[in-house]
């Protein structure tokens, strides 16, 4: 069976955006940010909330494409649709079999990309198997909370740590 991996920047405090969806306080480049996108190519498929798919927007990304072109996207929203989708970018109903059916087919890990509410659904329903932090030497202070409004307690085995000159921590952690 794959693996859903929520690999995803955050503040000190637990935050994966500021306020607005504000990240310019996150590293944008390095030998760390650098190691996460050569990460990234470890995957085939890629899951997120409406939030995340459209917070690339602001940075170019046209309806209905592949965020990352090598992986098959599947975002899950209730009401979120494409006139003309790629063929590698899927809309999903928010519905937990559909996921055990991802992570049941051949493949790769499954990239859990950005979160907040939709990562916080996935943990509350146990189906989060790693938790990769990049933990950007900032304190936010607001913004949107690693897990949403997730209110889930979970015991976390680290089974690897990172460092980078910049501060930048990669931080690898196994759900029990």
């Avoid at 955006?17 to 498929?45: A, C, M, R």
């Avoid at 950007?136 to 409004?149: A, Q, S, T």
């Avoid at 680290?158 to 690898?172: K, R, V």
Wanted: glycine fraction near 10%; aromatic fraction near 12%.
């Amino acid at each position: 069976m794959r693996k859903i991996i929520y690999y995803v920047a955050t503040s000190l405090d637990g935050f994966i955006s500021g306020p607005n969806d504000d990240i310019s306080g996150f590293l944008q480049q390095g030998k760390g940010v650098e190691k996460y996108q050569q990460d990234l190519l470890d995957f085939d498929t890629v899951i997120m909330g409406r939030n995340t798919y459209e917070f690339g927007y602001k940075y170019g990304l046209p309806a209905g494409q592949p965020a990352y072109p090598h992986m098959e996207h599947f975002i899950f929203s209730d009401s979120l649709v494409f006139e003309n989708a790629h063929e590698k970018v899927h809309t999903e109903i928010l519905d937990i079999k559909r996921i055990d059916e991802l992570k049941n087919r051949s493949g790769k890990d499954i990239y859990l990309c950005g979160g907040g509410k939709f990562a916080g659904w996935l943990l509350d329903n146990g189906k989060i198997d790693v938790l990769k932090l990049k933990v950007n030497p900032i304190i936010l202070g607001n913004g949107v909370r690693l897990f949403g409004p997730s209110k889930t307690k979970a015991s976390l085995d680290l089974s690897e740590t990172e460092n980078f000159d910049d501060g930048l921590q990669i931080q690898t952690f196994n759900l029990k």
